[in-house]
């Protein structure tokens, strides 16, 4: 009998390992549970109180060893996964964290919508020729047009 327990013990330790995930409270929460958390920190995000937004998203993200934000969707139904990307996206946006926030929309963003956030990025870096180009190959001729004309404005109010 010791022996086995030994063994299984062994095991998970060798199972377990050690890695960067979030705390193991997470992991004792429903599905529904932490959807609601997710919910809750978007929220926190669109009334500004960011600082109670990371601490609600705290759990599910952590940083690799090459010092880049990951996001982890402990068991997480489609969904639920997407409005975290959503509200961590967002909040890096709100609290102007582009570098970090290129990096993980590169990552967990696709198509389109990893085109806007790149593209609202370089605008507001006010790199207007990379944005005039990254709207007009994204088909926003409007919004592409409306960048050179906030960057003729620019020229003129620093002039």
Not at 21 to 36: I, N
Not at 40 to 62: I, K, N, Q
Not at 127 to 140: K, M, Q, R
Request: with cysteine; charged share 25%; aromatic share 8%.
């Amino acid at each position: 009998m010791i022996a086995r327990c030994s063994i299984l013990l062994l095991a998970a330790l060798i199972g377990s390992g050690c890695t960067t995930s979030p705390p193991s409270y997470a992991l004792q929460q429903s599905r529904v549970e932490r959807t609601d958390q997710i919910h809750a920190a978007a929220h926190a995000v669109r009334l500004g109180d960011y600082e109670t937004a990371e601490s609600l998203l705290s759990p599910y993200l952590y940083r690799d060893n090459s010092g880049e934000l990951r996001f982890h969707p402990i068991g997480f139904a489609a969904d639920g996964r997407k409005a975290g990307i959503d509200t961590v996206t967002q909040l890096l946006w709100e609290t102007g964290r582009d570098s970090t926030l290129e990096l993980f929309i590169d990552r967990y963003l696709g198509g389109y919508e990893r085109g806007v956030m790149r593209c609202r990025i370089r605008e507001r870096g006010a790199l207007y020729e990379e944005a005039y180009h990254c709207w007009n190959e994204l088909g926003d001729r409007d919004r592409a047009e409306r960048v050179m004309r906030t960057e003729a404005a620019s020229r003129l109010l620093l002039n």
